[in-house]
């Protein structure tokens, strides 16, 4: 994973921060240090996960929306018939 500072914004790219187990612990020690991070993602985010972002004052999250039709989805990305993009959305 690779850190880019600029004005205040942390953003964490070379991979999906949500893929990495201990993120939160990240996004909680990116807040303590006072930076704003920007998050990318295409990985549909469980409710508890949204919460805990907005708590953690994230204002901005980048989701890649490719479809909300699960067998679009299972043939362009490759995703699990579970992926529930259209539900994510619902807890925002």
């Given at each position: 994973?690779?850190?880019?500072?600029?004005?205040?914004?942390?953003?964490?790219?070379?991979?999906?921060?949500?893929?990495?187990?201990?993120?939160?612990?990240?996004?909680?020690?990116?807040?303590?240090?006072?930076?704003?991070?920007?998050?990318?993602?295409?990985?549909?985010?469980?409710?508890?996960?949204?919460?805990?972002?907005?708590?953690?004052?994230?204002?901005?999250?980048?989701?890649?929306?490719?479809s909300i039709f699960p067998s679009t989805l299972q043939t362009m990305v490759r995703v699990?018939?579970?992926?529930?993009?259209?539900?994510?959305?619902?807890?925002?």
């Amino acid at each position: 994973m690779k850190l880019m500072i600029w004005g205040g914004n942390l953003a964490l790219t070379g991979g999906d921060i949500f893929a990495f187990p201990d993120w939160k612990e990240v996004i909680r020690k990116v807040g303590q240090y006072g930076f704003t991070p920007l998050l990318s993602t295409k990985i549909p985010l469980k409710e508890d996960d949204i919460y805990f972002l907005k708590e953690s004052g994230i204002k901005f999250l980048q989701f890649s929306l490719d479809s909300i039709f699960p067998s679009t989805l299972q043939t362009m990305v490759r995703v699990k018939e579970d992926y529930n993009v259209k539900q994510m959305f619902e807890y925002s």
